[in-house]
């Protein structure tokens, strides 16, 4: 199976920038699509961006557009979530997944058959 690793979360000041890593192993990358999930205490997990296996087209929720970059490294094994103009309400737990090979980036969560452990992220002064 696809495995997932997070990493590079930690306590950011708001306003601050955060780079998040999701390595993937077991199989190439480059077959898969990634997005990056986050859920806060008390609410449900919410989708936040998309890449497709190509790299093309990535998409973000409203919530995090202009802020978040969505990228790619298939050398590397690698997607990154680079984060800035941090907001006390980004605050969570953030996971990469990928949905099965060759498959699509989706918005919905049960699409997504491969998760990482997840990666906290607290922004507070």
């Known amino acids: 199976q696809l495995q997932l690793v997070e990493s590079g979360g930690g306590l950011v000041q708001p306003g601050g920038s955060v780079r998040l890593s999701c390595v993937v192993s077991r199989f190439p990358l480059k077959y898969y699509a990634v997005a990056w999930f986050r859920q806060a205490p008390g609410k449900e997990r919410d989708w936040i961006s998309c890449?497709?296996?190509?790299?093309?087209?990535?998409q973000y929720a409203d919530s995090v557009k202009g802020r978040f970059t969505i990228s790619r490294d298939n050398a590397k094994n690698t997607v990154f979530l680079q984060m800035s103009s941090l907001k006390p309400e980004d605050t969570a737990v953030y996971y990469c997944?990928?949905?099965?090979?060759?498959?699509?980036?989706?918005?919905?969560?049960?699409?997504?058959?491969?998760w990482g452990q997840g990666t906290q992220v607290t922004v507070s002064s």
């Open positions: 997944a990928a949905p099965g090979e060759y498959r699509p980036c989706s918005y919905n969560a049960s699409e997504f058959v491969f």
């Open positions: 890449i497709s296996s190509s790299g093309g087209s990535p």
